[in-house]
């Protein structure tokens, strides 16, 4: 939740800082874009509608020039473009940390970070304030929305400092942030969902109820999909679990039915809130699937407006 | 408490173990350790995955080596037993005599070998377990026993002299080995002394006659009993063979009558196969049903085709114990029935003689002719034949024998020879009933003599169904009704001999009787053979009546001469001329000279039974006992054979109670069959090979049933 304005000069860091901006960047200029409208009305130059005042409303909005007609307080609203707060919710536990022994992708982590990148780019290019959390059991990193160009340094600064490490508690990271968050604006969550948490949904249904956006992006490698090991393995867990020996063989339909199950139960859930609920393979470009949303997004976006 | 193995070679079938090690070391998958992030979801599937239950690879190796270990466990025969080691061989300085039972009977078979294989076997086992300051001597208990090696520790020696050896042709004689065996032990300075009788416990070797217990001195007895392991058993043996030629017939046939003995005591035999082979061809075949403990006789005839010496065997089909099996003889067919007349009233003037006519009606013309060759002989000159040269003995008129004759006459009756008496008024009546009480079947009464013209006594004219009797018919017949007789003895049968009467007189005496003693005829005429009581011999009829009954009584007995050896009796015969040397062939091929010693050679090595051929040639010939070859001008002289005393295939066997008797106050053990647990003590325990084959079995069961779920 460190708000630095001095980066560490970590070459490494500044490094991958370097590929991740040039990652994202790349990515949202190839893609581009359009633009983003936001269902929110705010102040803005762009005139929108006009309102019967009621009690709280800004003194400042009221047309007097309408009331001296009328006698009628009426509010002046604007279209409100610019101020879309976007917070990207990274999960960064063990789990994310999975590096594939036969590597046909991005490393999980990598894939996360590169998209969390190119998110806050596309937000910023577009003036919309965006915002990174990053959280295994508890938030370990908030760095909080901005519209500011320069914002992008902390975030991606942020991405690159961050290991994975630790277990992913996401019921009790977002019933801890959900205060915090702004009340309207777009939540992106980036994880594995790798959990045994049960909740989830309860906790997903309290921030649509706050009038947040979310949209969940499920991330996993695709060793976890269909699980192609062979031989005897003891898979020693990257979070708490204890560590299991066994032949993949005996389990691999088993364990395939259970992740499928697992990203079916998220997609559903996610359907019946009116989330937006993205999987993606890390063997999965990018770009590809990145267009994809943006594409579903227009045209949910259209159907909105 | 112990565990003993008869077998501990085979536990070196527990490095089979490694296999299966070896196996799973090869075959072993690397095992990869691996972070990974969904680990609790691979808990939630194995749980719920069926396969859940894979075994654990190194159980199934356990079992598997487990499986292996028992196999080559049960195969070294283990013995479990409670009790401490015995004191079956001394580990203590110890003097210890093996009796080594070698007769023929320890020749049965049963698990591929002999009795008396297992029986050496056992004393090598044991001679090589003994001490190093023990001692040990091997006894042979065939008969005669004899120490077959003194005083040794050395246990190759055993191994050397036994290793190869077969069990003899002999049978067995326990009492005289145990004497040996004491003779020994009393020689010893070792305190402690052991006793070891390997053996088939037959009955018949238990001989007490040949053995009593002198002194004070005890010695522990183990008796190591072979016949329990027994399996198809010794069902039948060839107790005897005869052969007969019979002249009567002008077909010249032999007959070969054979004795089988069952010697199951509780099984009838069904068609046992008894086969006839005449110089190496098998003669006839046939099958014969026997009775339990009882024997049964076939005779195999066939037409002799020429005079050749025959060369035979009886065979039965193969059991466990092949030695008894087979019995053999030989036989030299007569080309004539020599036949010994003796005159016991010569005359000067030779037509007087009481033998005249006789010699002319039995060699009328030319030996070829009649086939009989008499030779006559006065009382005196008696005692320098040899009666076993003739196959029929007439004793015409004689008043008595020299001393101790009739007891030669006796013998040559028992082996089969004939006798034809004829009376006379030379006969002492009483010397014939005293001494030759055991041949004669009669007793000789009076004279009874016709009046002066008085009607004679005259024969009883009707058909007969005797042999001898039948052919004569019709005319001739009628004429025998006109012979005249004057004279003649009258008979009282003696109550222990069988008689039979083919001819009497017309007055209900007995003109002739015929009689059997042992296996040679007797038979009696009561009148006199010349013309002195009667007027038979100048009849036409006298001459087929004196032929025919003398090739009826005659039985072809030259071969008599060789009478039949049983293994280890010493075969001799006089020989002719010092200038001529007798080579015998023995049964395996093997050539030897046997010793001469006042013109009789003797043979004493008949230790195989077979037929022995005897040859003859020039002296001249080297004087090594053994030859390799026949030297050359030999001819051919004869043969003899060899059988086994059928005695020792006898399946009964003697009690525990029967032992006991025979050598009272003994410490005595029994062991059935020879294991090596008798060696390491725990006599008592329980094998346990059939265990631990069950557990090998319900391991693998259990392996497979893991790895089929798997």
Redesign the interface.
């Known amino acids: 939740m460190s708000d630095k304005t001095t980066f560490d000069s970590d070459p490494e860091v500044l490094s991958r800082i370097a590929s991740l901006n040039i990652c994202a960047t790349n990515l949202v200029e190839g893609l581009l874009s359009g633009h983003h409208r936001s269902r929110h009305k705010g102040s803005s130059v762009e005139f929108a509608e006009y309102k019967d005042y009621s009690p709280g409303d800004e003194i400042k909005h009221i047309d007097w020039k309408v009331v001296g007609k009328t006698d009628k307080y009426h509010v002046k609203q604007f279209e409100q473009s610019t101020n879309l707060k976007a917070t990207i919710l990274l999960d960064t536990s063990g789990s994310m940390g999975y590096e594939s022994p036969d590597p046909r992708g991005m490393k999980k982590m990598d894939y996360a970070r590169t998209l969390v990148a190119a998110l806050s780019y596309l937000f910023l290019k577009q003036y919309d304030a965006v915002g990174l959390s990053l959280f295994n059991e508890n938030v370990i990193n908030h760095i909080p929305p901005r519209s500011k160009p320069a914002h992008f340094q902390h975030i991606l600064h942020g991405l690159a400092t961050m290991t994975p490490t630790g277990v992913t508690r996401l019921e009790d990271v977002i019933g801890n942030l959900v205060e915090r968050l702004p009340s309207r604006g777009i939540l992106i969550l980036v994880s594995d969902f790798l959990t045994k948490e049960t909740e989830v949904e309860q906790k997903l249904k309290l921030l649509v109820s706050r009038g947040l956006e979310v949209i969940l992006f499920h991330i996993l490698d695709p060793d976890e999909v269909s699980f192609p090991f062979e031989g005897d393995i003891v898979f020693e867990s990257l979070e708490d679990d204890p560590q299991v020996g066994l032949d993949p063989e005996d389990i691999r339909e088993t364990y395939k039915r259970e992740i499928q199950n697992q990203i079916q139960y998220y997609r559903s859930c996610c359907a019946g809130l009116g989330i937006d609920y993205v999987f993606l393979e890390t063997s999965t470009p990018l770009e590809q699937g990145l267009s994809y949303y943006l594409l579903r997004r227009k045209s949910l976006g259209k159907s909105r407006t | 408490m112990s565990l003993n193995f008869l077998s501990p070679l085979y536990l070196f079938g527990l490095l089979g173990m490694t296999i299966p090690i070896m196996v799973h070391l090869l075959t072993r998958?690397?095992?990869?350790?691996?972070?990974?992030?969904?680990?609790?979801?691979?808990?939630?599937?194995?749980k719920?995955?069926i396969?859940?239950s894979?075994p654990n690879r190194r159980f199934l190796l356990f079992i598997r080596c487990l499986g292996i270990a028992l196999l080559s466990l049960a195969l070294a025969n283990p013995i479990f037993s409670f009790s401490g080691p015995s004191d079956f061989l001394p580990n203590s300085p110890s003097a210890n005599v093996f009796i080594l039972d070698d007769s023929y009977s320890m020749g049965t078979l049963a698990d591929q070998k002999s009795y008396y294989t297992h029986a050496v076997d056992a004393l090598l086992d044991m001679s090589q377990s003994l001490s190093s300051e023990s001692v040990y001597s091997v006894v042979s208990a065939s008969g005669p026993a004899r120490v077959l090696l003194d005083w040794s520790t050395d246990s190759s020696k055993a191994e050397k002299l036994l290793k190869l050896s077969q069990p003899s042709s002999r049978t067995t004689d326990i009492g005289q080995a145990i004497a040996e065996t004491f003779r020994l032990l009393d020689s010893a300075s070792q305190k402690k002394k052991r006793v070891y009788i390997l053996t088939d416990r037959d009955k018949n070797g238990w001989n007490e006659e040949s053995f009593s217990l002198t002194g004070e001195t005890r010695y522990p007895i183990n008796i190591i009993d072979f016949s329990g392991m027994r399996q198809g058993g010794n069902r039948a043996a060839v107790e005897h063979t005869e052969v007969r030629q019979e002249f009567l017939s002008n077909s010249r046939v032999i007959r070969v009558k054979t004795k089988i003995l069952n010697l199951s005591q509780t099984k009838p035999i069904r068609k046992l196969k008894v086969s006839l082979w005449i110089n190496g061809k098998k003669q006839n075949e046939g099958t014969l049903d026997i009775p339990t403990k009882s024997s049964a006789e076939k005779e195999f005839s066939f037409p002799l085709k020429e005079n050749v010496a025959l060369n035979g065997e009886v065979r039965i089909e193969d059991d466990s114990l092949l030695k008894d099996n087979v019995r053999f003889f030989n036989y030299q067919p007569n080309r004539t029935i020599k036949t010994l007349v003796v005159d016991g009233d010569p005359k000067t003037i030779e037509h007087q003689s009481e033998t005249f006519y006789l010699e002319r009606a039995l060699n009328p013309f030319s030996v070829s002719l009649s086939n009989i060759e008499p030779t006559v002989s006065t009382l005196a000159e008696l005692s320098t034949r040899d009666l076993f040269d003739y196959s029929v003995i007439m004793l015409c008129n004689v008043r008595d024998l020299p001393f101790g004759y009739e007891q030669e006459l006796e013998k040559f009756v028992m082996r089969g020879g004939a006798l034809f008496i004829t009376l006379g008024d030379q006969v002492d009546a009483k010397f014939y009933n005293e001494r030759m009480g055991n041949i004669l079947s009669v007793r000789l009464q009076a004279i009874h003599q016709i009046a002066k013209d008085g009607e004679p006594f005259r024969l009883l004219i009707k058909p007969s169904k005797h042999p001898v009797l039948k052919v004569l018919k019709g005319r001739t017949l009628e004429e025998m009704k006109s012979i005249r007789f004057h004279s003649l003895y009258s008979v009282e049968p003696r109550e222990n001999l069988k008689l039979t009467v083919p001819m009497s007189f017309e007055n209900k005496f007995p003109a002739l009787i015929e009689s059997t003693a042992g296996k040679g005829k007797v038979i009696l005429f009561v009148s006199s053979i010349d013309r002195d009581w009667n007027n038979f011999s100048i009849q036409p009829t006298f001459l087929p009546w004196i032929q025919r009954w003398v090739k009826y009584s005659a039985r072809g007995l030259d071969s008599l001469m060789l009478k039949e050896l049983l293994v280890g009796e010493p075969f001799s015969r006089e020989e002719p001329s010092e200038s001529s040397q007798t080579y015998i062939v023995l049964p395996g091929g093997k050539t030897t000279r046997p010793s001469f010693e006042n013109g009789q050679v003797t043979f004493e090595s008949t230790n195989r039974p077979g037929i022995y051929q005897l040859y003859r040639g020039s002296s001249k010939a080297d004087t090594n006992a053994t030859l390799l070859q026949l030297p050359p001008g030999t001819e051919p002289a004869g043969s003899f054979s060899v059988n086994i005393d059928t005695t020792e295939s006898s399946s009964i066997k003697i009690t525990n109670e029967e032992i006991e008797n025979f050598l009272p106050g003994m410490d005595i053990t029994y062991f059935d069959g020879y294991q090596k647990r008798d060696l390491n003590g725990s006599e008592g325990g329980s094998p346990m090979s059939t265990a631990f084959m069950l557990l090998m079995g319900s391991m693998l069961l259990f392996e497979g049933w893991l790895v089929r779920k798997e």
């Open positions: 998958r690397q095992q990869k350790h691996l972070r990974f992030s969904a680990v609790h979801l691979l808990l939630q599937s194995q719920r995955s396969k859940r894979t």
